[in-house]
């Protein structure tokens, strides 16, 4: 039997973080209550009661807790941050995700034996970057964009002795993650430090006799038929005239789904699969981690006559982004 990578799941609240152990995860992620970490939003993330019990249940479980303080430090604040790596010690995280190098350094020499990840923030694409973090910091794992063909997390994989953490479901991002400057010319605000793409505060709906608008501020990113079916709206998966043809010129609405090469991310020595969507509901992440966990075990078990359950990819196109899922990156057949 292969080696299984690790299954870390996303905990936006207690109820989540109980949800994901209680269907699965070896693993789970989560943040402060403040601008350290990239999904900070209002309803979300723990104060320190909540994050003592839910440290308290994974533990009690013998799962593992990650502590994302995956923003980059404001320049007067870095205290912030700093308190955020004493936190994530005093309530005994077994590891911080972090992409801001100062903080690295503030926790690798406060701190010697934390463990550090290196966020997908970071967007180390290749094993050089990875290596330096390494030498500079002592980072153990590194989460890699979305943007990789397997045979390129391959090369990082074979290039270097830090831990490689790739993503398996959920949200895709085609820009530089975290840091999209798309949405930061439309709404003002960083994705960094605001945690969503799109802050609620700068989408405008607009109901229209024949359709409706959907703005960021004052930019058009997209417009639905009467009775289509409108999401919530993000730049990169808006619909653009180009040529004088309208489509979805950057991203189509559609989530990341891996389940069918779960035994090449495993061959290859991937040694964790992280599912995206801190911002989503407990039932998204019970559907998720319940279908994950079950095809891991199975593809580990019996690579060479692996399939996928359609049970799995049911359960998982419910909580897909338009109902639809793709291989993203990772499949390139021209590469």
Aim: with cysteine; glycine share 6%; aromatic share 6%.
């Amino acid at each position: 039997m292969l080696k299984i990578p690790e299954l870390v799941c996303p905990a936006g609240n207690l109820p989540a973080l109980k949800t994901a152990v209680d269907n699965g995860a070896d693993t789970v992620y989560m943040g402060l209550k403040d601008a350290t970490n990239a999904r900070n939003f209002p309803g979300l993330n723990f104060d320190m009661k909540s994050a003592q019990e839910g440290v308290a249940y994974a533990h009690a479980r013998g799962r593992n807790v990650l502590m994302a303080i995956n923003t980059f430090a404001q320049a007067g604040q870095i205290e912030r941050w700093h308190r955020a790596v004493d936190t994530a010690v005093q309530l005994g995280a077994d590891a911080i995700i972090v992409a801001d190098p100062a903080i690295m350094a503030y926790a690798a020499e406060r701190h010697p034996d934390l463990r550090l990840h290196m966020s997908v923030q970071g967007s180390a694409t290749n094993y050089e970057a990875i290596n330096m973090m390494k030498e500079l910091f002592g980072i153990r794992r590194a989460v890699l964009p979305r943007v990789l063909t397997v045979d390129q997390v391959k090369h990082v994989i074979d290039n270097t002795d830090v831990e490689i953490e790739v993503f398996g479901f959920g949200s895709l991002c085609v820009m530089v993650e975290g840091r999209c400057i798309l949405s930061s010319y439309a709404t003002g605000e960083s994705p960094n430090m605001q945690g969503v793409c799109s802050p609620a505060k700068a989408v405008r709906w607009e109901q229209l006799p024949d359709r409706m608008n959907v703005r960021l501020n004052q930019v058009l990113i997209d417009q639905y038929k009467p009775n289509e079916p409108a999401g919530y709206p993000t730049l990169c998966k808006g619909r653009f005239e180009v040529n004088d043809e309208t489509y979805y010129a950057l991203e189509e609405p559609t989530s990341l789904n891996v389940l069918e090469m779960l035994p090449e991310l495993i061959k290859i020595g991937v040694s964790a699969i992280k599912i995206e969507g801190r911002q989503r509901s407990p039932m998204y992440t019970a559907q998720v981690t319940k279908s994950l966990r079950q095809a891991l075990d199975a593809a580990a078990a019996n690579p060479e006559h692996f399939k996928v359950n359609p049970l799995w990819n049911n359960a998982l196109s419910k909580v897909s982004e338009g109902h639809q899922t793709t291989l993203g990156a990772y499949s390139r057949p021209w590469k």
